[in-house]
């Protein structure tokens, strides 16, 4: 077994991901995260906002609609230009994105010149077979909206979350008093119809971004992307990623998403490759120029001391909820010593600590391990329990999902009010008052 196959067990057995619709069959590429994902999601959820909002005088919140009015697609230009080169097996029909099938086909390439590098180099199907022609395919994912079923309207889910930061640009800043150069985060998910999925979690049609758009004169636009590039990758690292997995990446000019005058991607090092998990982008005054023709408003700024008049340009960070949990899954796995380990830094572990009593018959040892537990969750900390097995059996069963403490009630505990810490890296034992738990725990 490969580690992408060894993590994708894990995840199903201990609770982290589940592949969606199962007793159906499943359901390609979409992905429910169970009770121990959801702890990691909502801790890099709340990480991410505090980092990026609420320690930042210069950023507001929003939470905007999924499903907006349509114009709002037309005027970013992804009912147009939203869309991948795809081509078809002609025998077993699958359908592949074609700078994925073989290295000589970049993204960004047109449908002709990719049937001319097909064409040239004879290039087959992974099954061998010849393929169609390439095409666009719009990765829109539409919806028809409406309670009567012939006055239903066509709209879209949303393929990026950033558009209603830009359609509600004016609001947030009047609303909130903000002035350029300031910015707007969001939390939430995007849709997109992508051919090509996978592996496991890591390309989904349904996602989460979280996104930070910084509204800006176009005279500060390097200033605000070099600073955006390196916070963005200081708070991976600060999340525990090993720095020697990460490197940018410039997109080549035919990679780049059609609103990005520059885009640089941050990577992780996976086992098969390098591949983004966020990207830094200057879009320009793309956005609220297009929003503005297709609302008839005018998002002209006149900057209060200078008087220099612009439309916003915006400096964007867009980095992948769920993407990041595949990184931070690979890069905490770890065999070593018989054991597997998931050396999650303990501000993203699902739990902060687990309690155990020594053994579960002894009513004095449950009652007192019961209580030292319900403590810990008092002050907040996630804590898990387990009472099932031997201790050996309760430390491995942690350690694979990266509790960072275990505690065991004991009968000295009885007597002196001290239990046995066990760390998870370095499997140490020590003694500790339960007075100084709580500290220790949230360390
Ligand atoms: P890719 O080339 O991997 O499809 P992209 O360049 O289209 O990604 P962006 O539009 O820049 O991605 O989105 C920003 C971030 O959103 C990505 O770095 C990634 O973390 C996340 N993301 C984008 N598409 C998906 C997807 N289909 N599934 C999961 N996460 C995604």
């Given amino acids: 077994m490969d580690t992408l196959q060894k993590i994708t067990a894990l995840c199903k057995r201990r609770g ?30 709340r990480l991410w906002w505090s980092e990026f909002v609420r320690k930042r005088s210069d950023v507001a919140g929003l ?100 558009q209603p930061i830009f359609y509600n ?40 971004q979280m996104e930070l758009e910084m509204f800006i004169s176009p005279k500060d636009s390097q200033k605000y992307f070099d600073e955006l590039k390196s916070i963005s990758k200081l708070w991976v690292e600060s999340l525990g990623v090993n720095p020697e997995k990460l490197r940018f990446r410039e997109q080549s000019p035919k990679e780049k998403a059609h609103y990005n005058k520059i885009a ?18 200057y879009r320009t005054d793309w956005d609220l120029k297009r929003h503005g023709e297709y609302s008839n408003t005018d998002f002209t700024y006149t900057d209060e001391e200078t008087g220099e008049k612009f439309i916003p340009h915006i400096a964007e960070y867009s980095i992948g909820l769920s993407r990041l949990l595949y990184v ?6 770890t065999e070593e010593e018989g054991r597997v380990v998931l050396k999650l830094d303990p501000k993203v572990a699902p739990y902060d600590a687990a309690v155990f009593p020594l053994v579960k018959n002894k009513e004095d040892l449950v009652v007192k391990a019961r209580d030292v537990y319900q403590n810990l969750i008092n002050t907040g900390l996630n804590v898990a329990w387990d009472d099932r097995g031997n201790i050996g059996k309760r430390y491995y069963s942690q350690d694979e999902i990266g509790t960072p403490k275990c505690i065991t009630i004991d009968y000295d505990t009885l007597k002196d009010d001290t239990v046995t810490v066990r760390d998870r890296d370095t499997m140490k034992q020590e003694r500790v008052k339960i007075s100084d738990l709580s500290r220790m725990v949230k360390l």
């Fill in 16 to 45: 982290f991901v589940f592949p969606s619709s199962e007793i159906y069959g499943g359901w390609e590429a979409a992905y429910d995260f169970g009770s121990l994902g959801v702890e990691v999601l909502n801790k890099l959820r």
């Fill in 63 to 162: 939470d905007g609609a999924i499903i907006s009015h349509p114009r709002v697609w037309e005027a970013s230009g992804h009912t147009e230009l939203f869309a991948d080169v795809m081509v078809e097996d002609t025998v077993t029909n699958r359908r592949y994105r074609a700078d994925h099938l073989i290295d000589l086909i970049e993204d960004g390439m047109k449908p002709e010149e990719v049937d001319e590098v097909i064409k040239k180099n004879n290039i087959k199907s992974p099954d061998g077979y010849p393929l169609s022609k390439a095409r666009y395919f719009n990765q829109l994912v539409e919806v028809q909206v409406g309670t009567l079923e012939d006055s239903k309207s066509k709209a879209y889910l949303r393929g990026e979350t950033c």
């Fill in 169 to 208: 640009y004016a609001l947030v800043k009047d609303s909130m008093r903000m002035k350029i150069p300031f910015g707007i985060a969001q939390i939430g998910k995007a849709f997109r119809n992508e051919i090509k999925v996978g592996p496991f979690f890591f390309r989904t049609r349904e996602f989460e």
């Fill in 264 to 281: 640089h991607d941050l990577e992780y090092e996976f086992p098969y490759g390098w591949k983004e998990f966020q990207g830094i982008h």
């Fill in 328 to 333: 931070l899954l690979f890069d905490a796995y």
